[in-house]
């Protein structure tokens, strides 16, 4: 049979059924090995990590290494979303998405030369506590707190819980929501239970069972096809056998592969993913997701020192390179093998095969992985998109959390004792749970069901106000808080115009065209977020010259200029700089309550003896009562400092720096070779 031939094509027997497939002893066998490994691995950070204070279970004690630092920047951004997305929009245009994933590597070493080292002076957990400390007030603290859970819901959970459905609805032929209600109550556990030691832990195990079963799955994939040279003949050849609908042939823009699908740079007005706002505007949004997003910048937070962390960067800087090889290719190929179901132009044979009239893309990885693969190896790739689901669903359940309990519950309840923040950080998660999956039938339907596409246009609506505002936050002093707030409202109103616009209109189709009007939807939405940074940008600075600068005395070590100070710094009150100036002022401390709880050794638990159930149910969660010595002020004083030095050693420094001009120049080789 004809690689190019749909192996569905008639005269040919039809093959059994996905969830068929994967009903045999080496799959099954491999799936059980993986799930013990995670349990063991989770179970392990849990024992072993600090749960009982905020800090620990927030922020890992802030004693990670530079490895498991950078497998779960990693982990924690390809998740299964990106698996089915980015293989989904190679399948449809080529390899021009992977610059959305590269774009990821000079972000990284920004984040750590740049920006983690001015969070760690500041001696911040989250990113709207920086907010706060910078601007002062309560209001832009409060809006990215809420703004960040709302993309979390929309963007993050939504999209993998998505994804990771369409993966075992293709090879377990299992419902899509009992599928995700499974997977939901395991990453559940660990989150609930572990904290961000036993997620990082566990994304290191998850990194490396990705990367071996992805490895594998493309050395099969280029063997089916061919080789590299077939595979580029063969995808410009691979189109559906059905491309009338009701007697009307279709346009072949609507299902022949786009000329420059082997360019990472296309046309800049006809292309797909156009180069100027890939590497420009696309570049801002990753801007606010790899330097302000609670979920990646956590990680980072949680390094023993700045060189860890910057290490940390470098190899997840390499490891970004990869998706192109082991998702984007591989979507390809998928397409030149069942063109018939992965190209499908026409509504109703799309609704056919995956149940959307939009496209079915999105199935092109799963479907590659449940035909393709041999037994044992099919579950090996079922386990590693597991893997990428429960890492990424993990880590922004944890940071979610995060944010909720520190920067929203704490406004309401300003007397929590720190287990009441705990258990409260635990039970949001469900709410996050129910939201996502309510929002799931708008990821389904979003930029022509391309999924990768619809995270990156919400990311360009929502995230570059955020980044603008960051930006100017940590390099330009000037900027004050009415500035800021006003800045970020106008951006949140200009993005939502789009966004809202997208859905109530849709994104179209080939053969129907999205009503939406030229002047909003008419231009791509990585040029879109240009536009609105800039704005955003020139906004936040006209209204901070138009109003009073904020003096440097509240400023030390928290903007670039001012990072190196020694001076002593004045917290902002909440009534200065965005609300009523009363001119009270206050003595910042150089680390916060909730950082107090870090290095607090024990709390006083209650003077009762609880009973069996409740105190493994305590032991579980982390909520032992433990009674101990109270730290003096010189020990308090020695770990105050320690949570808020970004001092190397030079040697390590010297180290960190090199990598970081060898990875640029790997990154620069490998744009110039593929573009």
């Not at 022949?256 to 699908?261: E, I, L, Q």
């Not at 993990?394 to 300003?414: E, G, H, M, P, W």
């Not at 902002?572 to 916060?592: F, H, R």
């Not at 107090?596 to 709390?603: G, P, R």
Request: charged fraction near 15%.
């Amino acid at each position: 049979m004809d690689s190019t031939t749909s192996p569905s094509s008639a005269g040919t027997p039809a093959p059994p059924h996905p969830s068929e497939r994967i009903k045999n002893a080496a799959d099954i066998s491999v799936i059980v090995i993986y799930f013990v490994m995670v349990l063991g691995v989770g179970l392990w950070a849990m024992l072993k990590s600090n749960r009982g204070t905020v800090g620990g279970f927030f922020l890992a004690g802030r004693d990670m290494v530079w490895w498991p630092i950078g497998a779960s920047l990693f982990a924690s951004n390809i998740g299964s979303g990106s698996f089915v997305g980015l293989a989904g929009t190679g399948a449809a245009s080529g390899i021009a998405v992977t610059v959305l994933e590269t774009n990821g590597l000079p972000l990284l070493l920004i984040l750590g030369w740049l920006f983690v080292p001015i969070y760690i002076k500041a001696g911040v957990m989250t990113m709207p506590e920086y907010l706060k400390k910078r601007f002062g007030g309560k209001r832009i603290q409060i809006y990215f707190s809420v703004l960040s859970l709302f993309l979390s819901v929309a963007m993050r959970i939504s999209a993998d819980m998505f994804s990771g459905a369409v993966f075992i609805n293709v090879a377990l032929g299992v419902d899509l929501y009992l599928a995700i209600f499974i997977l939901l109550a395991i990453t559940g556990i660990f989150t609930v239970a572990g904290g961000l030691a036993s997620v990082i832990y566990t994304d290191v195990l998850q990194t490396v069972i990705m990367l071996v079963g992805s490895f594998i799955l493309t050395g099969y994939a280029f063997a089916e096809v061919g080789g590299y040279e077939a595979f580029t003949e063969k995808y410009m050849k691979a189109i559906p056998s059905v491309i009338t609908d009701k007697n009307v042939t279709l346009n072949p823009e609507c299902y022949t592969p786009k000329a420059d699908s082997f360019h990472l740079f296309q046309d800049p007005i006809s292309g797909e993913l156009p180069w100027p706002g890939i590497l420009i505007g696309m570049n801002l949004v990753s801007l606010w997701y790899w330097c302000t997003d609670q979920v990646i910048v956590q990680r980072c937070l949680s390094g023993k020192n700045l060189s860890h962390v910057k290490a940390g960067c470098i190899l997840c800087g390499y490891l970004k390179l990869l998706p192109l090889f082991l998702m984007v290719m591989p979507g390809m190929i998928s397409r030149i093998l069942y063109p018939d179901e992965i190209a499908c132009a026409v509504p109703s044979e799309c609704e056919k095969y995956c149940g959307t009239s939009v496209g079915c893309t999105n199935m092109a990885y799963p479907k590659l992985v449940v035909e393709l693969m041999p037994n044992g190896l099919r579950g090996l790739m079922l386990s590693a998109m597991l893997a990428s689901l429960m890492s990424s669903l993990t880590s922004v359940f944890n940071s979610s959390s995060t944010l909720f309990t520190i920067d929203i519950y704490t406004k309401i309840r300003k007397q929590a004792s720190e287990r009441e923040l705990l258990i409260v950080g635990r039970l949001f998660i469900i709410i996050l749970i129910v939201l996502s999956i309510a929002w799931i039938p708008l990821v389904q339907a979003g930029q022509n069901g391309e999924l990768i596409q619809y995270i990156e246009s919400i990311s360009s609506y929502l995230g570059t106000p955020v980044a603008a505002v960051f930006f100017l936050a940590i390099f330009c002093k000037r900027v004050n808080e009415q500035g800021a707030f006003w800045g970020l409202m106008f951006g949140l109103v200009f993005g939502m115009i789009r966004m809202i616009a997208e859905f109530v209109y849709g994104t179209g189709t080939c053969m129907v065209p999205s009503q939406c009007p030229k002047f909003i939807c008419g231009w791509h939405f990585s040029y879109f977020a240009i536009v609105l940074f800039t704005l955003t940008a020139l906004v936040a600075l006209g209204v901070s010259l138009m109003t009073k600068p904020i003096p440097d005395i509240h400023l030390h070590r928290l903007c670039w200029t001012l990072r190196n100070s020694q001076e002593e710094r004045i917290d902002l009150n909440p009534e200065q700089y965005g609300q009523e100036d009363t001119g009270d002022k206050g003595k910042e401390e150089n680390i916060t309550n909730s950082q107090k709880d870090t290095i607090q050794i024990s709390w006083n638990g209650p003077k009762e003896s609880p009973g069996c159930l409740k105190r493994a149910w305590n032991a579980f969660c982390g909520l032992e009562s433990k009674k101990g010595p109270k730290l003096t002020k010189e020990e308090e004083a020695a770990l105050e400092k320690k949570l808020t030095d970004t001092s190397e050693k030079p040697f390590w420094r010297n180290v960190v720096n090199i990598n970081a001009i060898l990875v640029m120049a790997v990154g620069v080789f490998y744009h110039a070779y593929f573009a």
